[in-house]
């Protein structure tokens, strides 16, 4: 286990090596970011004297590994637009964002598990159909169409829940399931299969021969090892989500980390977005590092591959 | 040896369109894609507006179902008195414009890493399995967003941008499809004959997993398709006054709570068009390898 865990870090920590690299370059496949800083009304001089305050003169993996040494101590630079540590605003912006991962990710598994269970306990019953149907429909759904639609019916027409903003929790109910239900199909289908595969194995056989009451056997013995996979992908899904969050939040005006992307994005403060990129990553990559941890823990069969 | 060479030609194709014709899902998602797809091909020929012509004083026509409509312009005008159908018809063209190119490139690039990665195995392999983590770990609609907005918003760039970020997926089945296929006898066979690797590859491993390939290429321009009505919505990615489906969402926005039909329009016709591809994919995957299923 230990063995595993080291390997399985070492290739996380060369994933976030790698993906550092190219939101890195992403700075310079712009233009030149001396010219972005300046301004349009910059003279050559001033931008020359920004070239050499912020050393853009200096060779490009230079700067990257002064770059990369000052984000190891959680120093991502200036922001163009607000002129402070993006660092810090990306600290102020997150919680809200994880928040609504968080509402977003339990909205998802409470609609699709008990639906993925249900299906699978009846294959090709109504049930089954219903779910199948719900899945299909709601992976063709454009997210922000979906949102818009919600606004119209829920907020204009029913006057049941607030448009936009962040102040109390009433306004996190539409922003949840427009961004959690896109991940429930998946958590759905994998779900059923994997209750269908262990429904089917000798194991729940035995229990349902030695006259174990059937919700004994459906959630003792069958969910318990149907679930190991769905709790990765649950994991997967959240790391997806954070970064999905950007047109949630664009839409209900929630002022998350999604949102400051979106912003920084169109006023182009390439520092602030590179940070939120390396963030959103990061995130997916420690997420997907416990996940395989976990896995590895519950099945032993994953550690020795 | 003789009865056999007499007896009839197995023939495959013809249970497969008889499967082909009883799936539901195939028969639906079929028929509307190509109903799509001849709209966008006809779409001069049926337009009954320039769907680029504004005319100023015919702003905001409401549908014909409404008291207000009128047949002159069948689902109304948008907020530049366009024709609100012929912009509909033309934005087909996009979205399968987009569909096509996205899923052709990031195809492309999915599949040669996942069946290299397949094949080889070893070092290939980890360097792919490598390559596939990194791009997984990126976020999609926040990459896409920065480099449209370095780059520039036009129909090119964002069938580039989507091209080169969307083909995890055809990698990861690409190498399990071909990971399974190598250890074929028949693979063994024509390398024991003294094939090239690029004739193995070509004649035996290629026309095995075309199948899979066909099923993931639905299925990612369907996603291609919703991600560039995203983008467009965002307002980085196809520009105005090209009449993308997303982009008449985020056009019809400001005015949604007085003439929900702007964006309800164009909105049902992404879903109408995502929702057959998706299910002419899976209904194809359920045909061709029922044993893939999710």
Known sequence: MLYYSLKRFALALLVALTVSLISFSLLYISSDPAIAMAGETATDA????????????????????????RALAGDLGQSYYFRTNVSALIAERLPTTMTLGVTAILFAITLAVPLGVAAAIRPNSLIDRIALFLSVMGQALPSFWFALMLIVLLSVNLRLLPTSGSDTWLHLVMPTVVLGYYAAPAIMRLTRTGMLEVLSTDYIRTARAKGLRPPVVLFKHALRNAIIPVVSLAAVQFGFMLGGSIVVE???????????????????????????????????????????????????????? | MASSSKSEPVKIAAPLWGRSLRHQGVVIGALIVAMVVLIALCAPLIAPHDPYYQDLLARLKPPVWDDRGSWDHILGTDHLGRDYLSRLIYGARISLLIGIGAALISGLIGTIMGVMAGYFGGRVDMVVTFLITVRLSMP??????????????????????????????????????????????????????GCSTTRVLMTEIMPNVVNNLIVIATLEMAHAIILEAALSFLGLGVQPPLPSWGLMVSEGKDMMLFEPWLITIPGVALFLLVLSINLLGDGVRDITAPENRN
């Open chain 1, 250 to 305: 664009t839409i209900f005006a929630l002022h998350g980390a999604g949102f400051l992307a979106w912003e920084s994005i169109t006023r182009n403060d390439l520092p602030t977005v590179q940070g939120l990129i390396l963030v959103f990553s990061l995130f997916y990559i420690v997420l997907t590092f416990f996940a395989d941890l976990i896995n590895a823990w519950l099945d032993p069969r994953i550690r020795i591959n």
């Open chain 2, 140 to 193: 999609v609609v926040l990459v896409a967003l920065a480099v449209v907005a370095i780059v520039g918003g036009s129909l090119q760039v964002v069938i580039m941008v989507l091209g080169l970020l969307l083909w995890d997926r055809f990698a990861v089945v690409m190498r399990s499809s071909t990971l399974q296929i190598r250890s074929m006898d028949y693979v063994a066979a024509a390398q024991a004959v």
């Open chain 1, 46 to 69: 001033d931008i020359e004297a920004i070239r050499q305050l912020y050393g853009f003169d200096r060779p490009i993996l230079v700067q990257y590994f002064d770059w990369l040494q």
